[in-house]
């Protein structure tokens, strides 16, 4: 055996088994391994002398980044990675919903809050009960509000205060109870 093949030889073997590595759930025991091939690979090499000590440490450091992507472009394609990795969805798969067009048509409308607004909660727009988010912080439930505009789906909304046109029948939650006494 000559200078040569045993550094070389450790060399080669810590490289497979840090491609290894990728593919075989080990809890990092094959890469330690594969660490130790090469630092022992290294110190044989140098022990022979340092010029080839000098030529497989810089073998080593363009070798190992190179072993490294190869494990992690084949490593997707194999069964184990198909059955851990999630495979993006299909088109036919994929829903659009567009909810943005579905509640563009209340922007500017008038409405009530059914439920406290802190800073979400339900609201009622022409009979039709919706999720809200107060743009100002609280709102009382049963408070007159305008929906300002539409953001990743939710509908903003605001008191209306005074700005109403007018203000029609009073909405209560509580059923109505009869206070005539007589």
Same mark, same amino acid.
């Given at each position: 055996m000559d200078s040569l093949t045993l550094p070389l030889l450790l060399?080669? =073997? =810590? @490289? !497979?088994?840090?491609i290894a590595e990728a593919f075989v759930p080990s809890g990092g025991m094959i890469g330690l391994l594969a660490l130790g091939l090469l630092a022992v690979s290294l110190y044989v %090499? /140098?022990?022979?002398?340092?010029? *080839?000590? !000098?030529?497989?440490l810089v073998a080593e450091l363009l070798l190992i980044p190179v %072993? *490294?992507? $190869? %494990? *992690?472009q084949i490593w997707p394609r194999t069964p184990f990675a198909r059955r !851990? $990795?999630?495979?993006p969805p299909t088109a036919e798969e994929v829903t659009v919903t567009h909810a943005r067009a579905r509640l563009d048509h209340l922007l500017g409308e008038f409405g009530r809050a059914l439920t406290p607004l802190r800073p979400? =909660? @339900? $609201?009622? /727009?022409?009979g039709r009960r919706l999720d809200a988010l107060s743009e100002d912080g609280l709102i009382d %439930? =049963?408070? *007159?509000?305008r929906a300002v505009r539409i953001q990743s789906g939710q509908l903003i909304v605001r008191a209306a205060g005074d700005s109403a046109p007018h203000d029609p029948a009073p909405f209560s939650i509580e059923p109505e109870t009869s206070s005539d006494v007589g």
């Open positions: 060399l080669i =073997g =810590g @490289l !497979i088994l840090l %090499a /140098f022990r022979q002398s340092n010029d *080839l000590g !000098i030529r497989f %072993a *490294l992507i $190869v %494990a *992690l !851990i $990795v999630l495979s979400s =909660g @339900l $609201v009622d /727009f022409d %439930a =049963g408070s *007159l509000i």
